[in-house]
């Protein structure tokens, strides 16, 4: 998807009166330092913190939600926003207030009469959290695309799609990504929502049976002769899949998988372990990722064997950043390998979130020369909320 404005990391049209909005972001070169690298990817993080906050406040191109919310702060967004750390002056962004409608308040005014789509997540009870997207989701999946290895996710292959669909953005963004790498994404139906119902009023024998119903799916799709070479699936699923196969006299490898992207609070660093060297073989490459609706997709560290499987992400930096931040004081970053909460910024044309605590907690990690700012590891539930956290077949 190509078009007349393209602008640097993204793929999509949009006005031309922001034409430096998501500047270059540096990459490593013979003359280049990592120290170097951090300090330019931060310059050009704090120009894009300019940018996007000028986009969302202004009232050309704003969104009505902004616009009407910048009336209630103690200080100007557009003047006052100079750079990444200013962020901290917005008070922290509740959730909640993605519940309900009408969610075009949250289009930019300069987007409006786009297609546009409706992301939801959450929902097990109680109104979902909804989110509008016009092409984050393209844009986001095509950037992710450029850190797959061709050599396991050939270009033209077909991709299987196992993991939540419905109004989640999962089945629309995986079918993009294969679209966009030459192939076709077969889908499995999943419904999340049902499957965590069903385990808080204890029916396990029904969760088993609904999970054995969707690898039913998965197993019919790669037995069907499609010629599928790529998925993305769960933690969960992928061990289902692969317990089913090897009961069957095969496995991932057999069945013709080369590559897998994996995402889910079930990727442990024991987990990975597991699949690479129980589940998968070492054929079979797998990578890591940490994401949701507001996010995009955060990668995974290179695999890197003195790392004892070591889980690191990295944000699709400036486009979404987190930090990892003490659990008393949101505005504070940890110091390297110790623990905090995540901390999320997300800074697109089509939304801004300046601060949202995530629902998860991990270690600070130091940049990396492929990803040269802040990563985490360890990611996992907050410990205050992990014990009231359903966990469903996904």
């Given at each position: ?220 799709i790669l037995g069907a002769g499609h010629d599928i ?12 899949l692969a317990m089913r196969l090897m009961d069957e006299g095969s496995s991932i490898e ?141």
């Amino acid at each position: 998807m190509k078009s007349e404005y393209t602008f640097p990391g993204e793929r999509v049209m949009f006005p031309a009166a922001f034409p430096s909005l998501f500047g270059v972001i540096p990459t490593v070169t013979d003359n280049n330092n990592l120290d170097e690298l951090v300090k330019q990817n931060q310059e050009a993080l704090d120009a894009h913190t300019r940018e996007s906050v000028q986009w969302h406040f202004s009232p050309e191109t704003g969104s009505p939600y902004w616009l009407e919310k910048a009336k209630t702060l103690d200080f100007n967004p557009l003047t006052d926003v100079n750079c990444f750390e200013d962020l901290n002056k917005f008070p922290l962004f509740e959730d909640d207030e993605l519940r309900g409608g009408p969610v075009d308040r949250w289009i930019p005014k300069a987007l409006l009469g786009k297609p546009t789509y409706v992301f939801e997540t959450g929902g097990t009870t109680g109104i979902p959290k909804s989110r509008v997207v016009i092409d984050d989701f393209r844009i986001d999946y095509e950037n992710f695309s450029d850190t797959l290895p061709d050599e396991s996710f050939p270009k033209g292959s077909n991709w299987l799609m196992l993991g939540p669909s419905g109004p989640r953005r999962l089945r629309l963004a995986v079918e993009h990504l294969a679209q966009y790498r030459g192939g076709i994404s077969f889908c499995v139906d999943l419904d999340p929502r049902w499957v965590v119902k069903l385990i808080k009023k204890g029916k396990i024998d029904e969760v088993k049976e609904y999970s054995a119903h969707v690898i039913d799916q998965a197993m019919a799709i790669l037995g069907a002769g499609h010629d599928i070479k790529c998925m993305f699936t769960t933690p969960k699923l992928l061990e289902a899949l692969a317990m089913r196969l090897m009961d069957e006299g095969s496995s991932i490898e057999e069945a013709g998988i080369k590559g897998i992207f994996c995402g889910g609070t079930e990727f442990t660093q024991q987990w990975y372990r597991f699949a690479r060297e129980e589940l998968l073989g070492e054929n079979v490459y797998i990578t890591p990722t940490y994401g949701n609706t507001l996010m995009g997709l955060a990668c995974g560290r290179p695999f890197d064997p003195a790392d004892d499987y070591k889980i690191t992400y990295y944000a699709p930096q400036p486009r979404a950043v987190i930090r990892v931040v003490d659990f008393d004081d949101h505005t504070k970053v940890v110091g390297y390998g110790e623990t905090g909460r995540v901390k999320l910024f997300t800074m697109t044309k089509e939304l801004f979130i300046p601060g949202f605590l995530e629902r998860d907690e991990g270690e600070r990690e130091v940049p990396h020369e492929k990803y040269p700012w802040d990563g985490v590891s360890g990611v996992r539930p907050y410990h205050k909320i992990a014990q009231s956290t359903t966990v469903g077949v996904y």
